[in-house]
């Protein structure tokens, strides 16, 4: 297949530490960038590249990756990017299990969402307790929902638009959460024992098109919706 029209400039850009590409319409497979060990930002988005993810575990300075809203297609690397804060992925075709990225405790933002993903949510990911932002909505995951409480940042959590069938355990719930949107999946249980376990400041839930029952909870210190 070819390969992306970048291909030929790749050798001109191996001392940049910043690069944004964004908003064109570049097209083919992405270049095997394993050269460029000084980059640190890589926005592709919004363009037409197709195929699969290269590997690039030698972008060891990596923090930030956006390749969001391409048409990307093949699955998820094995990467082991130690720097890597932000991996945004979101609005492709992408498919395949979710890998363990054991080794990238640095991930503050993961954005899979709007893809072909399947598999069940890796348990390691637990581990990843700088993360404040994950959504994987509009995907095809399955199993259970995970004991994810360890990660104590986590803010917004989507999952939303799966396959995820399991209870609902309220006191797993990350402790500085404010959005949680589980809705069109498979979740069964009741509500109760929510409003204890809620954190603070949590201003979002959505638990819409499941299988939710019993009665609602008295919301007598915050709001849910």
Do not use: C
């Not at 690397?77 to 804060?85: K, M």
């Amino acid at each position: 297949p070819p390969r992306s029209t970048l291909f030929p400039y790749t050798t001109l850009f191996r001392s940049v530490t910043h690069l944004a590409l964004n908003n064109n319409n570049f097209d083919g497979q992405l270049p095997d960038w394993s050269q460029f060990s000084a980059l640190q930002s890589l926005s592709l988005s919004f363009n037409q590249f197709s195929g699969d993810l290269p590997l690039w575990n030698s972008l060891t300075s990596l923090r930030e990756l956006s390749i969001s809203d391409n048409n990307l297609n093949g699955t998820l690397p094995a990467w082991s990017l130690p720097a890597l804060t932000s991996v945004q992925l979101e609005n492709n075709q992408l498919e395949g299990n979710l890998k363990d990225w054991a080794t990238m405790s640095e991930l503050q933002v993961i954005n899979l969402n709007d893809n072909n993903l399947s598999g069940t949510l890796p348990d390691t990911w637990a581990s990843f307790t700088k993360l404040t932002t994950m959504d994987l909505s509009n995907n095809s995951i399955s199993g259970p929902l995970p004991q994810w409480q360890s990660m104590a940042r986590l803010g917004n959590l989507d999952l939303s638009y799966n396959d995820i069938t399991s209870s609902i355990a309220w006191d797993a719930i990350p402790s500085n959460l404010l959005s949680l949107i589980i809705s069109n999946n498979n979740l069964f249980g009741s509500l109760e024992g929510l409003i204890p376990h809620l954190p603070f400041f949590f201003n979002t839930l959505d638990v819409g098109s499941n299988n939710i029952t019993g009665v609602l909870p008295e919301a007598d210190r915050k709001s849910v919706v």
